[in-house]
T-cell receptor, first 114, second 113 residues
């Protein structure tokens, strides 16, 4: 079945440590996105990518980094510069970058601080 | 700038009764609007979308929404609630370039037997 796979489901970070969240899609979608979800809030955009080897900052990119070396993959690194990383992280993809296209979501990674 | 406001943070209904989740939007252009549902510790699932075609949009699981430009509303309804409908619901508008979705803060739907 086509879909978006995020791993791991749960992740723990120590102080000063960088951690990488994986996102893989087999939908052949060009565009991919990373969102952060905090309790009682909607999702906020961290980074998005319209095409391989290109990505753009979203509303809350500070303390995060991404890469897009393959169409199928869009990993997110939470760096030690992100002082409040505890959140639920969701990866999404869409056929193209159009406001008429819905985004499809993975099941998320929950990141906590040790 | 575009935005969405979900008017209720929590809605409680009994099984078999109607569901109404309210959403108002603000947009300087003809908006694309979506409703997504999220079950605990899961990703978001698309319920339905409005993209300037019919104003009454039918979605999955018996949900539908009506786009009312004069009221800038896009309320989600279902005639009869089921226990499995208990979840978080998000009203979403796309920005004009299609580079981002703007989310409401969500409405938690509780369904009692």
């Amino acid at each position: 079945d086509g879909g978006i796979t995020q791993s791991p489901k749960y992740l723990f970070r120590k102080e000063g440590q960088n951690v990488t969240l994986s996102c893989e899609q087999n939908l052949n979608h060009d565009a991919m996105y990373w969102y952060r979800q905090d309790p009682g809030q909607g999702l906020r955009l961290i980074y998005y990518s319209q095409i391989v080897n290109d990505f753009q900052k979203g509303d809350i990119a500070e303390g995060y980094s991404v890469s897009r070396e393959k169409k199928e993959s869009f990993p997110l690194t939470v760096t030690s510069a992100q002082k409040n990383p505890t959140a639920f992280y969701l990866c999404a993809s869409s056929i193209g970058q159009s406001r008429y296209q819905p985004q499809h979501f993975g099941d998320g990674t929950r990141l906590s601080i040790l | 700038a575009q935005s969405v406001t979900q008017l209720d943070s929590h809605v409680s209904v009994s099984e078999g009764t109607p569901v109404l989740l309210r959403c108002n939007y603000s947009s300087s252009y003809s908006p694309s609007l979506f409703w997504y549902v999220q079950h605990p510790n899961k990703g978001l699932q698309l319920l339905l979308k409005y993209t300037s075609a019919a104003t009454l949009v039918k979605g999955i699981n018996g949900f539908e929404a009506e786009f009312k430009k004069s009221e800038t509303s896009f309320h989600l309804t279902k005639p009869s609630a089921h226990m499995s409908d208990a979840a978080e619901y998000f009203c979403v508008v796309s920005n004009q370039a299609g580079t981002a979705l703007i989310f409401g803060k969500g409405t938690t739907l509780s369904v009692s037997s």
